[in-house]
């Protein structure tokens, strides 16, 4: 915002160096038109939220003033939760690229240039994990669900035909045991 009022010559309405009260009586009168101009910059720049307080205003520097000690709090747990969505990014399951746009859209919501840097600092680098993983080998005790695993179990259970009858069910040991359980 600096860098525009800067280049359009109108930093100074911003912080106060061309107040109405400095400049000579002949030159108020355009003074006044630069401060609206300025001013309906600064609400189109800002959110509906802000604009409704900042709207009936009638100098630019105190607009600016309002705003810069507002924004310019550090805020603990708005940092804390930035972070917090910044690492449920990384463990998404999203392309490395929007990713990427995603975290630097997060860093232009903080409140502050310092909290940005630090935020910068802690984050891990960008990179696609390529390696496969090996199950441990205490895990291979238990039955994880997969899709092979359970097709397996599926085809097993099916394959299972009861008897209709005494006579078939005494020829297939399973089914033997099964009965012994039984009784």
């Known amino acids: 915002m600096k860098i525009a009022l800067l280049a359009k010559n109108k930093l100074g309405f911003v912080d106060g160096t061309y ?5 000579p009586d002949e030159m108020g009168y355009q003074w006044e038109p630069c401060n609206v101009i300025v001013l309906s910059w600064i609400l189109n720049t800002v ?11 009638s100098s630019v520097a105190v607009v600016w003033n309002d705003l810069s000690e507002r924004l310019h709090k550090i805020d603990g747990s708005r940092i804390y939760f930035l972070h917090r969505e910044i690492i449920s990014h990384f463990q998404a399951h999203v392309f490395a690229q929007a ?13 502050t240039v310092e909290a940005t840097a630090s935020l910068a600092v802690s984050l891990p680098p960008l990179h696609c994990i390529t ?13 994880c669900s997969n899709q092979s695993s359970t097709s397996l179990v599926t085809a097993y259970i099916s394959s299972l035909i009861e008897p209709r009858t005494y006579a078939e069910a005494i020829l297939d040991p399973m089914w033997v045991d099964a009965m012994q359980q039984e009784i």
């Open 19 to 23: 107040s109405k009260d400095s400049l």
């Open 99 to 111: 990713r990427y746009h995603q975290i630097l859209s997060l860093l232009n919501k903080e409140p």
């Open 47 to 57: 959110s509906k939220e802000l604009s409704a307080r900042i709207i009936f205003a």
């Open 131 to 143: 390696r496969s993983v090996k199950t441990p080998a205490w895990m291979k005790d238990y039955i």
